[in-house]
């Protein structure tokens, strides 16, 4: 089990973007995920997505290289990874300020890239405390995200099987309002 004050003594000497811009999304999606940036108009299609508010959208990125795949399907259970089309994670992003995330639209299916979408939007400041339900999951949100690493971590891989498993987090990720981690 996930030690909660452990996550937050390590958060706290962390230097975690919260929310995260625009920028620090591009950088991520390239460096940890070797994203390349595409033209927004390449999914134009989602125009007539009533939920896609494709008047917003300022950004859009695709996942081919197979090392950021690789990492970007880490938490997905098995029966999705049999479904995983090569040319099938896009992430297309949002935003009404054009400086932080707004919302998003993800093409394939990623655990960790829908845990990613939640830590980018952020918490707000009066909820970050311990014994707030919300805090503890954005913790470990960002322990399976990778932002919160620790030293011959022996239950990192416990924790992604978990995932796998089907456990979720009630406020970050692909969840049903429901808690099971």
């Not at 918490?123 to 503890?136: P, S």
Request: hydrophobic share 35%.
């Amino acid at each position: 089990m996930i030690d909660i004050h452990k996550l937050y003594e390590k958060y706290l000497t962390l230097n975690i973007p919260n929310p995260f811009t625009l920028k620090d999304i591009e950088c991520l999606y390239k460096q940890k995920y070797f994203a390349k940036e595409v033209s927004i108009e390449c999914f134009a299609g989602l125009r007539r997505d009533l939920h896609a508010n494709f008047d917003t959208v300022v950004k859009a990125y695709i996942f081919r290289d197979e090392r950021g795949i690789k990492e970007l399907l880490k938490l997905n259970p098995d029966e999705y990874l049999e479904c995983y089309k090569p040319n099938g994670i896009n992430s297309i992003i949002n935003s009404e300020d054009n400086i932080y995330m707004s919302g998003g639209t993800m093409q394939g299916m990623s655990f960790l890239l829908a845990l990613e979408t939640s830590i980018f939007c952020g918490i707000e400041e009066e909820n970050m405390k311990l014994g707030n339900e919300e805090f503890e999951d954005y913790l470990k949100a960002l322990y399976l995200a990778g932002y919160i690493q620790f030293e011959d971590d022996l239950l990192i891989e416990r924790a992604y099987q978990r995932y796998r498993d089907g456990y979720t987090l009630k406020w970050y990720g692909l969840t049903e309002g429901e808690s099971t981690f």
